[in-house]
Structure formats: C-alpha cells, structure tokens
C-alpha cells in the first residue's frame, strides 16, 4: 500500500457523529505524528488534528468536538467525530502531519454535514 486509505465519512445532521478510519502505509513509523487533514469547496486543505508520542492537538474550531486515536498495530489512525456542523462538511484525509514526510494522499472520505 502506497497511499493512505481514508473511509467513515458520509451525510449527517448536524449535531450527528460520524467516525473516520485511516489505514496508511506500514513504511509509516509508529513514532511519526499522524494528522487528518480536510479540505472544503474552494478552500485550502487544513490540518484538524495530530496524534504525537507526547498527546494530541486540535484545530481550535474542532476542540472539544474531535478526538483522533491510533491503533499502530493495524496500522490505522481513527477520527471521531461529535457535534458536527455544517461548517464541517469537506473531504478528509489522513497523512504525517509534518508536510516533508508525506508521499502520497489518498481520495480522502467525504463528510457533509446538512439537514
């Protein structure tokens, strides 16, 4: 595997939960920081969140909302997401959050937050 596989996404109401998976490459190290990244219709991609050895960082706009987790033996980064706003609606993808360790993106998952 070359390339991130993102899966998860799909439509929900606002206020609806969604979780997110991210299998990546096994070249990936257990010690590299992870991140989901999303981007929005005529925006820049954004990072949202990143799982280190030392804890987990959060967009401000998604503290509180989010919780990324990692199971390194499947080799899989997860993103759960809560409260979900209409705001929240992009593609997501998961990569290295430091931008020289990334190789490939994957399709990414697509979220959309409507009723």
């Known amino acids: 595997q070359v390339h991130p596989v993102e899966s998860g996404g799909g439509l929900v109401q606002p206020g609806g939960s969604l979780r997110l998976s991210c299998v990546h490459s096994?070249?990936?190290?257990?010690?590299?920081?992870m991140g989901w990244y999303r981007q929005a219709p005529g925006k820049q991609r954004e990072l949202v969140a990143t799982?280190?050895?030392?804890?987990?960082r959060y967009l401000d706009s998604v503290k509180g909302r989010f919780t990324i987790s990692r199971d390194n033996a499947k080799n899989t980064v997860y993103l759960q997401m809560n409260s979900l706003k209409p705001e929240d609606t992009a593609i997501y993808y998961c990569?290295?959050?430091?931008?020289?360790?990334?190789?490939?993106w994957g399709q990414g998952t697509q979220v959309t937050v409507s009723s």
């Open positions: 799982i280190r050895s030392d804890g987990t």
């Open positions: 096994r070249s990936v190290s257990r010690l590299t920081a």
């Open positions: 990569n290295p959050s430091n931008p020289r360790l990334i190789q490939y």
